[in-house]
């Protein structure tokens, strides 16, 4: 099987690279021959410019086209809209990493446009945007989510017919397992925040809970906060200046003392299982925008939380996105988004119930094994193959 892949690969800082890459390497080990005819070369927002590109690939040679669509990207959607209408023959399939919606913004809008003009370009045009989302929704043989909940989701918001939306869980890497840290009253809650740094993860409310904590004698000093994981320059920093040392400069606001926080930026991929596992959970803030919700839900999975999972960790997160279906398994606890006070009980629960961190954690190795990638890819197999051979029999 030759497969064509459409999707951002590293070196770009971003979590659907780093899926993309890891999802190649899976479906390579299984024998399938995963090209990107692309890559290198960024897909053009200008749809002459693109349609330039495309033609300059012979796709005739590849059985299917899979892309990644996701991440305010519309490179991806733009590809598949022109082989839809240029090589109807061609089997084409994608996993969306945000469903409900597969582009969310008009395609094409240009990149200079004023951060709250294009808001306001997006609302306008929303409609027009998912008419056309439901057109070429309609052109995929197979669309994939990574949650059970996009997958409902998609399926109604595209109006597509059973069958052709499919739910297969984030992959992740086989890592040994290893014992938790000590856990209190013999230590401190160890918390690991892991992923892309930026605004919008709800790093802030992780803060303002650690605070809350200091202010009671029973919970003051017990715990410790890891923030480690990729900054990306164009995101972590704009007008404002740096959004680090906006971090480190609440945490002094909230006072919070030195050793109660550790910074790992731009953490190397070979230390991060070593990392995770030296915490007793990740926290997941992550937040939801209040002018994305006025164009549909997100309901995504995490590539952090896969990490954790991978890792025998649980999880604390927010029930932004599909965070709360990632954390049903017994793998985690659910606080509400934004609720800094929540969050605080929640780790206050945790403190007084050490062992409920034992038994995530124990749900977690569980969940990474039956997600490991060499599933993960058997289940792509599956739906590929079945995929070509209806249009065998077609």
Known sequence: MKIALLA????????IADYAAAWRRALENEGVSVIAPLDGQPLARNALELSWQMQKVDWRRFDLVHAELGGGRCGEFMALEWLARHCPELRLTATVHDPERLVWRPPGLPRWLPRRLAQAAALLAAPLTLARERRLAWCLTRLVTLTSTGAERLARRMRL?????????????EIAAEPLPALPPQGPLRLLYFGYIYQGKGIEDVLD????????????????LTLAGGVAPDIAFGRSGSYLEALR???????????M??????????EIPALIQANHAMVLPY???????LLGRMCGASGALSWAVACGRGVVCSDARALAEEASFGNGEVYARGDSAALAQTLIS??????????????????GRERAWPRVATQFLHLFRTALGERAHG
Do not use: C
């Open 350 to 367: 945790l403190l007084r119930q050490p062992e409920r961190l034992s038994r995530h954690s124990e749900q977690a190795r569980v969940l």
């Open 8 to 15: 951002p690969l590293p070196s770009e800082q971003n979590g």
């Open 261 to 270: 926080l550790e910074w790992r930026p731009d953490l190397p991929a070979s």
């Open 249 to 259: 400069q609440q945490a002094i606001l909230l006072g919070l003392h030195r050793d």
């Open 209 to 224: 809970a650690l605070a809350l904590l200091q202010q009671a004698p029973d919970t003051r000093d017990r715990v410790r």
């Open 161 to 173: 017919p059973d069958g052709r939306v499919f739910h297969i869980a984030h992959g992740n890497r």
């Open 287 to 293: 937040r939801e925008s209040w002018k994305l919700s």
